[in-house]
Each structure stands twice: as C-alpha cells, then as structure tokens.
C-alpha cells in the first residue's frame, strides 16, 4: 500500500507551512543497544558553523509523542540555536526496547547532544552550553538530566510538567493499558480518525493537529498502526515526582505553563516556582491547555525567544 504525503490544511496560515517546508535532517544512533532518531535543522556533519557558534537547542517531546511535535516551533529558532529534536525509545521512529526506565531515556538525550555536536570536542568551535527544552514527560526527562547529567547545560525549560506538592492529591492515574500488542487500523484514513490527544483536551488549530496526527502513525502488516510502544504508556504515566530532580537542576531553569491546563494547578505552578528559585521565569501561556504548543504556537514561540534572550545576554 502507498504510503499519502504528509497534506497540510487549507486553512493553515502562512507561517505555519513556512516552517513546515524548512529543510531538516533526520538522523539515527545507537544507545545501549536501541536505535535512537532525531530531527536537526542544521547538518551535523558540516564543518563551517558560523563563529561564534550558535548554542545547542534540544526539543523533548511529551508521552507517546516523537519529534515532529516540534516542527512548526524549532524553525523559529535557527538562527539563533542549533535544534534538535529527539524521539525516546518506544516512540516515533526510534526503537522499541524490552524495559523502559529515566535512565536509559535520559542516556538517550545525552547520546542525541553528542552525535548532533551540541557538546564537540573542540572547545575553540563552541564554548556555548546546550539547552533543553521538555514538554510535560519530556520536561521530566528534561529535569532528570538537568539534575544529574555531569555535562554543563546553559538551562532547562519545562513545558507543562506537573511536580505537585506532597500534600496535594495526586493526579488521577490513566489506566494501563491491557493491550498485548498495538491495535492495527485498515487504512491510514481509519488511524486518523482515531488520533486523540492526550490528556484530552480542546484544540481550535485542526491544522496542527492534523499534521501530528499523519506524523503519528506507520504502515505495517495488515494495515496501520501508532508510532510508539504500548509498553511506554503504562499506569504512571507521570513517572516519579521528580521533585527532588527540579531542586537539584544545575544551571537555570524555567517554567511555562497554560492557563487551562488539566494538570499543573496554580498551586503546583507556585510549588514548582519555589523549588525552581525566585530567579526562575515562570510564565503562563493564556489561553493554553497542557498541549501549550498546539494551543498557542506563537505565543509559546515568543515566550521561549524572550526566556533564551535574556539568557544568553547573561550568560553563566
């Protein structure tokens, strides 16, 4: 069966397919024996990166998502960073592994920053510190890094990830998945339809949503099926609280938030606040659900041009 292009909407402004159209390069690696993909709107292999170099930009998608959820924000961002985006093992086109745990995930990112030259060898050709940027189970991923990686990261910006405070009432817990193996749709138009975003929630940009959920899905035998492994999805869908990860984040940190999200309150927004330290941005996106990228895309672009500006104008 032929496999249709990716069609964008009619209704899609200009600056979405403008972005759409940029030229990426899609890239694989090992880590601890699964291989391991990434987007990058620059080529890694090229030999003549402007000086001074521009900082490293790693964009970590959320659970059961995979990096084309970035690729109507990352092009906003190539003139001032090299960006990456990553797929974790078990979603999009990397590959599926037997265990999933943060650490190997998190080895995963470190690998991607590697192979992507975001940490080159050659201190003379960059001497900027990357920076990660993790949509909510990204974020997660984002703040174990941040926390315990021994490379020198320029900050860590969480995107809607919910560190509640102790003595709230935990979030409700997705019910596991009794699955055995991935459901199988006939055609690509039955997947399609059956795309939801998750936690559920509204979203006025069909056109993105369309696109992510074409980038989404895979042929395979007797039809077609999602792009992650079930066994990723399971009942702690948050993992562990990592409150102790966003304390302990070396260099900055920041947090945006949407104002509708179903999952970090004001109250958790002003828990994580405290532990980030007064000196951390904490923004809320108005208007904006958990998917705060799909909600308000070049709301969510401005606000992270304006937390890595100020970064860079003091760097540290």
């Not at 521009?54 to 092009?75: E, M, S």
């Not at 559920?200 to 369309?210: G, H, L, V």
């Not at 492994?229 to 399971?234: A, E, K, L, N, S």
């Not at 659900?289 to 070049?298: C, I, S, T, W």
Request: hydrophobic share 40%; net charge neutral; proline share 9%.
């Amino acid at each position: 069966m032929k496999t249709d292009p990716i069609k964008i909407d009619k209704n899609a402004p200009d600056w979405f397919r403008h972005a759409i159209a940029q030229p990426v390069h899609s890239r694989f690696l090992e880590v601890a024996g699964c291989r391991i993909h990434y987007l990058a709107w620059f080529d890694p292999d090229a030999k003549n990166e402007i000086k001074p170099a521009r900082p490293g930009l790693l964009l970590i998608h959320g659970g059961g998502a995979h990096a084309n959820w970035w690729r109507f924000i990352a092009p906003f961002f190539m003139a001032t960073n090299r960006v990456c985006a990553i797929d974790l093992s078990g979603m999009g086109d990397s590959g599926d592994r037997n265990l999933y745990q943060p650490e190997t995930w998190t080895s995963e990112i470190e690998g991607v920053l590697h192979d992507a030259g975001l940490y080159p060898s050659d201190a003379d050709i960059i001497k900027t510190k990357p920076l990660i940027v993790g949509h909510s189970f990204g974020g997660f991923m984002a703040m174990k890094f941040g926390a315990e990686s021994r490379l020198p990261l320029g900050g860590t910006v969480i995107v809607d990830s919910p560190v509640q405070d102790p003595t709230d009432t935990p979030l409700p817990e997705p019910a596991a998945s009794t699955r055995t193996a991935p459901p199988i749709y006939p055609d690509q138009a039955t997947a399609l339809s059956r795309f939801r975003l998750m936690p559920e929630q509204p979203c006025e940009n069909s056109y993105i949503t369309n696109f992510i959920a074409q980038t989404s899905i895979k042929e395979c035998t007797g039809g077609w099926t999602w792009k992650f492994d079930f066994q990723v999805m399971g009942s702690r869908r948050f993992g562990e609280p990592y409150r102790a990860e966003l304390k302990a984040l070396k260099g900055r940190a920041a947090l945006i938030h949407g104002q509708k999200s179903a999952i970090v309150s004001p109250r958790t927004v002003s828990y994580m606040s405290k532990l980030m330290g007064p000196t951390a941005p904490v923004i809320e996106i108005p208007e904006a659900h958990h998917h705060v990228m799909l909600d308000q895309p070049l709301a969510f672009v401005a606000t992270l041009r304006a937390i890595l500006d100020a970064w860079s104008r003091n760097p540290k």
